[in-house]
């Protein structure tokens, strides 16, 4: 029994220090969250989808889903540092849906925390950029989708420049 004990609060400790570490760092456990694209939105129809203003309104997923999927993940190791107030994270796509990724795979959606150095805002502003880019012609659908399932902060330092 105390081997068990001991197990099981190792077990926590693990889960405990890893969500942490992603969730600081910016990054999405990428063994649960590699990222998902909706195959309806390729290149040659970028200015029927995610170019078209209010695109994300019409396939963002409601809240009601979104939140329901928080909760449980953090609940399941997403928690930086133990914090379980839903209202410290943003239920964010890894593969924004500006730029084509997929609106309801949990493969793509994790909680983002606000704090640390690589917060959720920061990400919002580079998928602004990179939306900007892709509708301007001037980055392809799938490298901006690449940019952000490798590793968003590399992208940001690239274009839009270092973190203040």
Same mark, same amino acid.
């Given at each position: 029994?105390?081997?068990?004990?001991?197990?099981?609060?190792?077990?926590?400790?693990?889960?405990?220090?890893?969500?942490?570490?992603?969730?600081?760092?910016?990054?999405?456990?990428? %063994?649960?969250? #590699?990222? @998902?694209?909706?195959? +309806?939105?390729?290149?040659?129809?970028?200015?029927?989808?995610?170019?078209?203003? /209010?695109?994300?309104?019409?396939?963002?997923?409601?809240?009601?889903?979104?939140?329901?999927?928080?909760?449980?993940?953090?609940?399941?190791?997403?928690?930086?540092?133990?914090?379980?107030?839903?209202?410290?994270?943003?239920?964010? %796509?890894?593969? #924004?849906? @500006?730029?084509?990724? +997929?609106?309801?795979?949990?493969?793509?959606?994790?909680?983002?925390?606000?704090? /640390?150095?690589?917060?959720?805002?920061?990400?919002?502003?580079?998928?602004?950029?990179?939306?900007?880019?892709?509708?301007?012609?001037?980055?392809?659908?799938?490298?901006?989708?690449?940019?952000?399932?490798?590793?968003?902060?590399?992208?940001?330092?690239?274009?839009?420049?270092?973190?203040?």
């Amino acid at each position: 029994m105390r081997k068990l004990s001991l197990f099981l609060a190792l077990l926590i400790l693990s889960t405990t220090t890893t969500a942490f570490a992603s969730g600081l760092d910016g990054l999405p456990d990428f %063994h649960r969250t #590699p990222g @998902a694209i909706d195959p +309806s939105v390729t290149q040659e129809n970028i200015g029927r989808t995610v170019c078209v203003v /209010g695109y994300t309104k019409t396939v963002r997923p409601p809240t009601s889903y979104t939140n329901k999927l928080k909760y449980e993940q953090l609940r399941s190791g997403y928690a930086v540092n133990g914090d379980l107030d839903m209202r410290n994270y943003e239920e964010d %796509h890894l593969i #924004p849906l @500006a730029v084509g990724g +997929s609106p309801r795979d949990p493969r793509n959606l994790f909680p983002q925390y606000y704090g /640390g150095a690589y917060g959720a805002r920061l990400k919002d502003r580079l998928e602004l950029k990179m939306h900007l880019l892709v509708c301007a012609g001037s980055v392809t659908l799938k490298a901006a989708q690449s940019a952000f399932k490798k590793d968003w902060r590399i992208a940001y330092r690239k274009y839009i420049g270092p973190l203040n």
